[in-house]
T-cell receptor, first 115, second 114 residues
């Protein structure tokens, strides 16, 4: 199993540009999450999904969009990038319900700089 | 709703010394508790978890944590640290039923000096 994979690893965007951060998991997990990590601030939940076709906002959703058309993929879209979106982005997945104990598996992260 | 407080943002320690990283939480319902470790430029990985049963939980790399319900704490300990333990450590809590969305603390940076 590759676990949770994220692409790209690094990206520099100009203000106003758009991009999609890709996330794929091969563990058949129903829950998937997007977090951003800023120095000293821990992890902030952007969006999450409880299964294909179902997404919901987290703590800091403004400026982002997500979709979940398959169990495996959970892309995060940034529209009109702003300097405040400079951060490290982590995708995670977990298995909830029968047999799932809820610990999260994280991808390696995408380091995004908006200038 | 629940919240997590990691009382120390940074903990410096010498190699082979013991260490304790503190975590307190608040919740109106019963919870599951987790510690994750993040090595430089990597994602988080599970160190250990408390779901139920024995309050002393052992994890990977010689770490252990004790769940104290009366003090709503879940402190992480290691009797003798190594240089390779230098990392960011996150405490997380989520309800044992209902919402499966965890709440993370702000993290504690463990710095092990030779």
């Amino acid at each position: 199993n590759a676990g949770v994979t994220q692409t790209p690893k690094f990206r520099i965007l100009k203000i106003g540009q758009s991009m999609t951060l890709q996330c794929t998991q091969d563990m058949n997990h129903n829950y998937m999450y997007w977090y951003r990590q800023d120095p000293g601030m821990g992890l902030k939940l952007i969006y999450y999904s409880v299964g294909a076709g179902i997404t919901d906002k987290g703590e800091v959703p403004n400026g982002y969009n997500v979709s979940r058309s398959t169990t495996e993929d959970f892309p995060l879209r940034l529209e009109l990038a702003a300097p405040s979106q400079t951060s490290v982005y982590f995708c995670a997945s977990s298995s909830q319900g029968t047999g799932g104990l809820g610990e999260q598996y994280f991808g390696p992260g995408t380091r995004l700089t908006v200038t | 709703a629940q919240s997590v407080t990691q009382l120390d943002s940074q903990v410096p320690v010498f190699e082979e010394a013991p260490v304790e990283l503190r975590c307190n939480y608040s919740s109106s319902v019963s919870v599951y508790l987790f510690w994750y470790v993040q090595y430089p430029n990597q994602g988080l990985q599970l160190l250990l978890k408390y779901l139920s049963g024995s309050t002393l939980v052992k994890g990977i790399n010689g770490f252990e944590a004790e769940f104290n319900k009366s003090q709503t704490s879940f402190h992480l300990r290691k009797p003798s640290v190594h240089i390779s333990d230098t990392a960011e450590y996150f405490c997380a809590v989520r309800p044992s039923g209902g919402s499966y969305i965890p709440t993370f603390g702000r993290g504690t940076s463990l710095i092990v000096h030779p």
